[in-house]
C-alpha cells in the first residue's frame, strides 16, 4: 500500500521530461545545447522530444495554465509573428501553432461549460525576483528597458567612466517575466538593476532607433554574447529616448 501511494505521489510531483523541457523554455529562451545538458539528452533527441504530441500537450497546457481566456487571446494578438518566433522559442515548427491556439480556445471553451475541469496553474519563477527598477518614464502598455550588473557599474564609475555594459531590449510581456527568461535566475537580482523602464505602444521602433543611434556612436559591443548589449548609461538613454519622442 506504501508504495502504491508513492508512486501515485510521484505522477502527481513529478514532470516528464517533455513537460520539463517544455516548462523551461516557457520560462526562459533556452538553446537546444543547454536543454540537452540539463535534461540529460542529447541535441537529436530533443529534437525528436520537441517533434511529439506529448511534448505539443505540454506547450497547449502551459498557454492554458498562465492565462484566463480574455487574456490568452490578447496574448495571441499582440505577439508578433507568434507562429514563427513562439514556433522557434519553444522548439515548434510555426505550422503547427495555429492548430495549438485553437486546441487551446477550444479547452477554454469547455471549461467555459463545465465539461472540463480548469487545471491547476503553475508558480512563476520570476515573481521571486526582486527586480529594482531605478526609473520608469513614458507610457503605453509594453516595454523598452536598460538592465545592467551593479558590479559593473562600480568598476566603471572606481574609474571615473561615465558608461559601462548595459542590455537594452523589449518586451509585450510583463517585464520580470521578460529579465527572468533571460537571466533565468533569481541569483542575478542582487546585483541586477533596471537603469531604465521606457513604457510605450511602440517598444520595436523605440528599441530600433535606440540601437541605431547608439551603434552610430561606437556603443554597441559586438563581442557581447547577444545583440542588444552596449557601452552606455541610463542617462544617455533617456537623453536619446527624449530626442525621439521631440522629433
Given at each position: 500500500?506504501?508504495?502504491?501511494?508513492?508512486?501515485?505521489?510521484?505522477?502527481?510531483?513529478?514532470?516528464?521530461?517533455?513537460?520539463?523541457?517544455?516548462?523551461?523554455?516557457?520560462?526562459?529562451?533556452?538553446?537546444?545545447?543547454?536543454?540537452?545538458?540539463?535534461?540529460?539528452?542529447?541535441?537529436?533527441?530533443?529534437?525528436?522530444?520537441?517533434?511529439?504530441?506529448?511534448?505539443?500537450?505540454?506547450?497547449?497546457?502551459?498557454?492554458?495554465?498562465?492565462?484566463?481566456?480574455?487574456?490568452?487571446?490578447?496574448?495571441?494578438?499582440?505577439?508578433?509573428?507568434?507562429?514563427?518566433?513562439?514556433?522557434?522559442?519553444?522548439?515548434?515548427?510555426?505550422?503547427?501553432?495555429?492548430?495549438?491556439?485553437?486546441?487551446?480556445?477550444?479547452?477554454?471553451?469547455?471549461?467555459?461549460?463545465?465539461?472540463?475541469?480548469?487545471?491547476?496553474?503553475?508558480?512563476?519563477?520570476?515573481?521571486?525576483?526582486?527586480?529594482?527598477?531605478?526609473?520608469?518614464?513614458?507610457?503605453?502598455?509594453?516595454?523598452?528597458?536598460?538592465?545592467?550588473d551593479?558590479?559593473?557599474?562600480?568598476s566603471?564609475?572606481?574609474?571615473?567612466?561615465?558608461?559601462?555594459?548595459?542590455?537594452?531590449?523589449?518586451?509585450?510581456?510583463?517585464?520580470y517575466?521578460?529579465?527572468?527568461?533571460?537571466?533565468?535566475?533569481?541569483?542575478?537580482?542582487?546585483?541586477?538593476?533596471?537603469?531604465?523602464?521606457?513604457?510605450?505602444?511602440?517598444?520595436?521602433k523605440?528599441?530600433?532607433?535606440?540601437?541605431?543611434?547608439?551603434?552610430?556612436?561606437?556603443?554597441?559591443?559586438?563581442e557581447?554574447?547577444?545583440t542588444?548589449?552596449f557601452?552606455?548609461?541610463?542617462?544617455?538613454?533617456?537623453e536619446?529616448?527624449?530626442?525621439?519622442?521631440?522629433?
Amino acid at each position: 500500500m506504501v508504495d502504491k501511494d508513492t508512486t501515485t505521489e510521484s505522477k502527481v510531483t513529478k514532470p516528464t521530461t517533455a513537460e520539463a523541457v517544455a516548462e523551461q523554455s516557457w520560462w526562459r529562451r533556452t538553446s537546444k545545447k543547454r536543454l540537452a545538458a540539463d535534461h540529460n539528452l542529447t541535441e537529436e533527441q530533443v529534437d525528436k522530444l520537441q517533434n511529439t504530441p506529448e511534448y505539443q500537450k505540454a506547450v497547449e497546457d502551459l498557454m492554458l495554465k498562465q492565462r484566463s481566456a480574455e487574456n490568452f487571446e490578447k496574448w495571441v494578438r499582440t505577439y508578433p509573428d507568434m507562429n514563427r518566433v513562439f514556433g522557434a522559442r519553444m522548439g515548434l515548427e510555426p505550422k503547427v501553432i495555429p492548430d495549438m491556439v485553437k486546441n487551446v480556445r477550444r479547452r477554454y471553451a469547455e471549461i467555459a461549460a463545465g465539461t472540463a475541469e480548469a487545471p491547476e496553474s503553475i508558480p512563476n519563477p520570476s515573481k521571486n525576483m526582486n527586480l529594482n527598477v531605478e526609473e520608469t518614464i513614458g507610457s503605453g502598455r509594453n516595454s523598452v528597458y536598460l538592465y545592467y550588473d551593479q558590479q559593473k557599474r562600480d568598476s566603471a564609475e572606481s574609474k571615473d567612466e561615465s558608461v559601462w555594459e548595459c542590455k537594452i531590449g523589449m518586451t509585450i510581456q510583463e517585464l520580470y517575466i521578460r529579465i527572468y527568461q533571460q537571466t533565468g535566475t533569481a541569483v542575478l537580482a542582487e546585483r541586477l538593476k533596471i537603469g531604465l523602464h521606457i513604457k510605450t505602444d511602440n517598444p520595436k521602433k523605440i528599441e530600433r532607433i535606440i540601437h541605431d543611434i547608439l551603434k552610430v556612436r561606437s556603443k554597441h559591443i559586438e563581442e557581447a554574447l547577444g545583440t542588444e548589449w552596449f557601452l552606455t548609461s541610463p542617462s544617455e538613454v533617456k537623453e536619446i529616448y527624449k530626442f525621439i519622442r521631440e522629433t
